[in-house]
């Protein structure tokens, strides 16, 4: 495989000067390690948002640095640059993006696809494709009020769900036997990591220190884990042995070489079945550090 298309953009002294507060991201468990304590440091507010909306969020410049899902940097029209100071990754399964079945998975005609998360919904498009040779319709599902095109979904043939909602709200075993978890499927068919979410900001934004803030903060609480678990893992619904699990062998955090490989075959798949219009350049944040 080629190396990742890259360039790396900074900022000038003076851009570097303002003071950048506004942070997106995502109001799952699995965040907890990107962002504990970020908002103890003075002048730093935090909103949070499921995956599918933080990138309309920091397209309309309503926070400086957004957590978004992978497929949206290659979707968008605004000129994006990657932040690499850490991400939601895997690599082998993931256990919140899964796909139930009541069917063998080869002979699955129609699948209700959780729409908080564009990354999954292509990722799952990939896979059904590229693996198992199918290109079921897929249906928008709000899972978390069961509603699909406005009406109440009963017993889909399939479903698609991200998140907390996989282990807290999952249908019965008994009656979708066929499951697939895509972190495991992409693994197996590619070798390599996938990332779900990264930092991302607009080219030209100037982040000042942030982006080493929340690298620091990640490296701190990968040493927390435990404890993170202990806080967040009843709030969100998860037994408490799982969210550590979870968090702190499933879950990869670090974006490094072989994570960027792993985005880049996944844009040129994505862009093979016309999932995305063009491969664009994975431009990368410089600033002070990248």
């Known amino acids: 495989m080629t190396e990742p298309n890259l360039q790396t953009v900074g900022a000038t002294k003076e851009e570097m000067s303002a003071q950048i507060c506004r942070v997106g991201c995502v109001s799952y468990l699995n965040s907890k390690p990107l962002i504990e304590g970020l908002e103890d ?12 909306d933080l990138i309309e969020e920091l397209e309309e ?28 990754g895997c690599a082998g399964q993931t256990l919140t993006v899964r796909l139930f079945s009541r069917v063998p998975i080869p002979e699955i005609t129609e699948v209700y696809a959780d729409t908080e998360s564009h990354t999954s919904v ?16 897929l249906v928008s599902y709000i899972a978390k009020d069961r509603k699909a095109d406005g009406k109440d979904a009963i017993d889909p043939e399939a479903m698609l769900l991200i998140g907390d909602k996989v282990v807290n709200d999952a249908p019965c075993g008994c009656a979708y036997k066929h499951q697939l978890d895509l972190g495991q499927a992409w693994w197996e068919m590619t070798g390599k990591p996938f990332v ?18 929340l690298s ?15 806080k ?26 072989k994570e960027l490989e792993g ?26 550090r990248f």
């Open 216 to 230: 620091e903060i990640q490296i701190k609480n990968s040493g927390r884990i435990k404890e993170l678990a202990e």
């Open 263 to 288: 985005i880049k075959m996944f844009a040129e798949y994505a862009h093979e079945l016309g999932l995305i219009t063009e491969l664009k350049k994975m431009t990368i944040y410089a600033g002070e």
């Open 196 to 213: 779900f979410a990264l930092w991302m900001t607009k080219k030209n934004k100037s982040l000042g220190q942030l982006p080493l803030i």
């Open 41 to 52: 440091i003075t002048g730093v507010g935090v909103s949070y948002r499921v995956p599918a």
């Open 232 to 257: 967040y893992a009843e709030p969100h619904g998860w037994p408490m042995d799982w969210a550590e699990r979870y968090l702190g062998e499933i879950l990869k955090y670090p974006i490094g070489q």
């Open 122 to 137: 292509a990722l799952l498009k990939v896979i059904l494709q590229k693996t198992f040779h199918i290109k079921p319709k």
């Open 61 to 88: 410049d309503k926070v400086d640095i957004a957590l978004c899902p992978v497929i949206d940097y290659f979707r968008s029209q605004e000129d994006l640059v990657m932040v690499p100071s850490s991400g939601i």
